[in-house]
């Protein structure tokens, strides 16, 4: 059974960093275009960035020069660096994994900006 587990969200404050995780009990890791979306409260999930299996990068603008995506194969696992975060970035951040079949979630993480 494929799980996708995020790790690394939590309380910071504004202009603080923090680094998610996401590891994937999947075979094939590599195989996976992975992603990066968030959903704040009464607001529908959007795209954070994407990493593609040939390591490409899409970021949406509102995230562009803060945040970092990544991905270590040999660790089945993709990363998200966020940097001078924003109480506007306040949300649970979820891990994808899609596949030319298959499409795979996380149970999300809690990522709250604050002072």
């Known amino acids: 059974q494929v799980q996708l587990v995020e790790s690394g969200g939590g309380l910071v404050q504004p202009g603080g960093s923090l680094r998610l995780s996401c590891a994937a009990s999947?075979?094939?890791?590599?195989?996976?275009?992975m992603g990066w979306y968030r959903q704040a409260p009464g607001k529908q999930r959007e795209l954070v960035a994407m990493?593609?299996?040939?390591?490409?990068?899409n970021y949406a603008d509102s995230v562009k020069g803060r945040f970092t995506i990544s991905r270590d194969n040999a660790k089945n696992t993709m990363y998200l660096k966020m940097n001078s975060l924003m109480p506007e970035d306040t949300a649970v951040y979820y891990c994808?994994?899609?596949?030319?079949?298959?499409?795979?979630w996380g149970q999300g993480t809690q990522v709250t900006v604050s002072s």
């Open positions: 990493i593609t299996t040939g390591g490409g990068t």
């Open positions: 994808n994994a899609k596949g030319v079949f298959n499409n795979y």
């Open positions: 999947v075979s094939g890791f590599s195989l996976y275009t």
